[in-house]
């Protein structure tokens, strides 16, 4: 119960930020359109129901060439702050206009269908997850990605991505991401070499080595000035 709940008042808070790190251009290039479908989040407290790479993947998987995919949302509708309701949050597709026909028989809409929309930054764990979901092999022990919020200073957002399985010689990686979404702050992984270990962000160091030594640990020992809830996969 209390990392549902922790998760809950993540998604309001993150919700709340999306836009943050600017947004890209809304124009799709010449002879392209935009198509969306709702996602990632489908509703306020709950974990995302899609990414990026999946929602594209259903237009790959018909034959329609992606050349963008971007989050987004709608804009000039009230979504109440409020568990359960909605969150106007829309993932967004360029692809060329000759294959708008084929985008509306696998389930996305055009944006013209939309009255007023943007394209939005995507919630910063995001990437995270996407690169979890990704991983094929040496992860079948551990595979989760854990948002991190500083109690003290809201806009200090981290996400860890944990990875461990049965390689021989690949048998853990962690990641820590900062609140760009695919900024590397540090990280370390197994290798045929030995350990390898970076962090570009020095001044991240002490601290991931602590979640290092408290993986195990609710909070990743950094106490109660941080909230630490796991984004995925959700049981």
Partial sequence: MRMKLTLCAL????????GDDG???????????????????????APPALTRAQSAAKLTSAGID?????????????????CGAGTGEILLH????????DAHAAGFASTDTLGKWRRDSCVHYLHAIEVAQ????CADQRNRVLV????QNPD????????????????YRQVLFGDE??????????????????????????????MLQNLDQQDLGLGAGYTVGQVYPIY
Avoid: W
């Avoid at 995919?69 to 000039?76: A, D, K, R, V």
């Fill in 94 to 101: 360029d692809i060329p206009v000759s294959s708008l026909a």
């Fill in 11 to 18: 998604s309001l808070a993150m919700t709340a930020c999306m």
């Fill in 148 to 151: 991190i919020r500083n109690q």
């Fill in 181 to 210: 979404g695919d900024n590397e702050l540090c990280s370390v992984m197994d290798s045929f070499a030995g350990q390898q270990k970076s962090c570009p962000d020095s001044a991240r160091a002490a601290m991931f080595d602590t």
């Fill in 23 to 45: 947004p890209p251009s809304t124009a799709p290039g010449t002879d392209e359109t935009v198509v969306f479908e709702h996602g990632p989040h489908l509703a306020q407290c």
């Fill in 66 to 82: 992606v050349r963008r995919s971007s989050c987004g949302y709608i804009e000039n509708v009230a979504y109440p702050a409020v």
């Fill in 156 to 171: 200090d957002r981290m996400t860890l991505l944990d990875q461990a399985g049965a390689c021989a010689d690949a048998s």
């Fill in 134 to 137: 990704g991983t094929t092999s």
